[in-house]
């Protein structure tokens, strides 16, 4: 069973730093998109980054310049590094991945538990 599993979420200051974490637990065959999204209280959750086939990277404006989304060279995890937060950042962050379990096999649409993000002085 393909689990993620995130981590690095916390409380930080405006303009501060955080670095998202999500680990895919169980060995597969390959990762072919990764995304990150957010929800803040009340509102729906939205897309943040990703990472499409090719590794072609791409953002919404609200977080370009400041995120930075990543793979991990030899594990199965990706990052989300978040650089001059803000208050407005504040949200339950989601990472999603698509997951070839094995070759040959079904595609997964994975989701992580979440992990909040408090951006407050």
């Known amino acids: 069973q393909v689990q993620l599993v995130e981590s690095g979420g916390g409380l930080v200051q405006p303009g501060g730093s955080l670095r998202l974490s999500c680990a895919v637990s169980?060995?597969?065959?390959?990762?072919?998109?990764v995304y990150w999204y957010r929800q803040a209280p009340g509102k729906q959750r939205e897309l943040v980054a990703g990472i499409r086939s090719g590794g072609y990277r791409y953002y919404e404006d609200f977080v370009k310049g400041r995120f930075t989304i990543s793979r991990g060279n030899a594990e199965n995890t990706v990052y989300l590094q978040m650089n001059g937060l803000k208050p407005e950042d504040t949200a339950v962050y989601y990472c999603?991945?698509?997951?070839?379990?094995?070759?040959?096999?079904?595609?997964?649409?994975?989701w992580g538990q979440g992990t909040q993000v408090t951006v407050s002085s």
């Open positions: 999603n991945l698509d997951v070839t379990p094995f070759k040959g096999s079904k595609d997964l649409d994975c």
């Open positions: 169980g060995s597969i065959f390959s990762i072919n998109y």
